[in-house]
């Protein structure tokens, strides 16, 4: 990767430089966990039994406890080193949990942690072609980053995002028993798990919706929960769709109707929305195409109104 700085009409490479030790990258991803991840820090090379977890972390959106190992060495198998992880993890809850109650100094019951969104994120100056091909499974609950560090003070997290595809971690699953075992209590939610396989329009619909949606803001994300598809910019979720046999919902957080400029008044308010959610939710229904770009003109008012 090149970066330039424009001087005048000229570009000037901005040089990169290693992290010197793996020691200084994990402490400046430390400082900076809700910047990077919109995750909290809990603690540092925290040992359970002969193993030790580089950075503990909490994701605070999720309830779940995340782990993240910083790699200097290219060797490591990405699948392997995931799964070591995460049994240490699901095998040892009750440490995890005192020791963040112990740097919170708050209580927190086993029950209110989703365990099933437990996550490993590695991060590394780059990986190698085999390690970024390790994460092509729709369901494997790995993130790859990328950090570089360049002149000027610019410091880079690039994610590495897995290739489409509808391949399950549980084809590896089936031949290895314990790599079984946490794949059962770990739980990766894709699209796959609110579009029946029969519902065609249904499934265009979103691809299209989709598509749009993340072209209007590189900052979007999809995330893909039990309950809905969200999409998120850093910790805040603006819209959630919820899908049906032949149409699709969005529902547009924190506005009201009165609030977007909806001249075919086509958004509702949903009942009750700040006694159940503690925020204003607006729905808006897509039945066919044509009403998508209608859609993205009220997301738009959206995130001109918290993003923009």
Not at 9 to 15: A, D, H, P, R, T
Not at 201 to 221: A, G, Q, V
């Amino acid at each position: 990767m090149f970066l330039f700085k424009k001087d005048a009409s000229v570009l000037k490479e901005i040089k990169e430089k290693n992290f010197k030790l793996e020691k200084d990258l994990q402490e400046i991803t430390e400082k900076n966990l809700r910047t990077i991840f919109w995750l909290e820090f809990v603690c540092s090379e925290f040992s359970v039994w002969e193993f030790r977890v580089d950075t503990f972390a909490y994701d605070p959106e999720n309830n779940s406890f995340i782990i993240i190992e910083f790699k200097r060495d290219k060797s490591f198998s990405i699948v392997d080193q995931w799964y070591s992880y995460l049994a240490l993890l699901l095998n040892n809850k009750a440490d995890f949990i005192l020791k963040y109650s112990e740097k919170n100094k708050t209580i927190i019951q086993k029950d209110n942690i989703n365990w099933e969104w437990s996550k490993v994120i590695f991060v590394a100056n780059n990986f190698t072609t085999h390690q970024k091909n390790a994460i092509n499974f729709k369901d494997l609950p790995i993130e790859l980053r990328e950090a570089r560090q360049f002149e000027k003070e610019i410091i880079l997290f690039n994610q590495i995002k897995a290739n489409k595809t509808s391949e399950s971690v549980k084809t590896i699953s089936r031949w290895n028993k314990e790599i079984s075992k946490v794949s059962s209590e770990i739980k990766t939610y894709t699209i796959d798990d609110h579009i029946k396989v029969w519902w065609n329009k249904t499934k265009e619909l979103y691809e299209k919706i989709s598509d749009k949606l993340l072209s209007l803001d590189n900052r979007i994300e999809e995330k893909i929960v039990k309950n809905y598809v969200g999409y998120k910019i850093g910790y805040k979720i603006p819209f959630l769709l919820k899908t049906y046999k032949s149409k699709i919902d969005m529902e547009l957080l924190r506005v009201e109707p009165k609030d977007l400029k909806d001249p075919e008044k086509r958004t509702f308010y949903k009942k009750n929305s700040m006694e159940f959610y503690n925020k204003h939710v607006s729905v808006f229904s897509i039945n066919n195409e044509e009403d998508i770009d209608y859609w993205i003109m009220l997301a738009k008012q959206v995130l001109q109104k918290f993003f923009w």
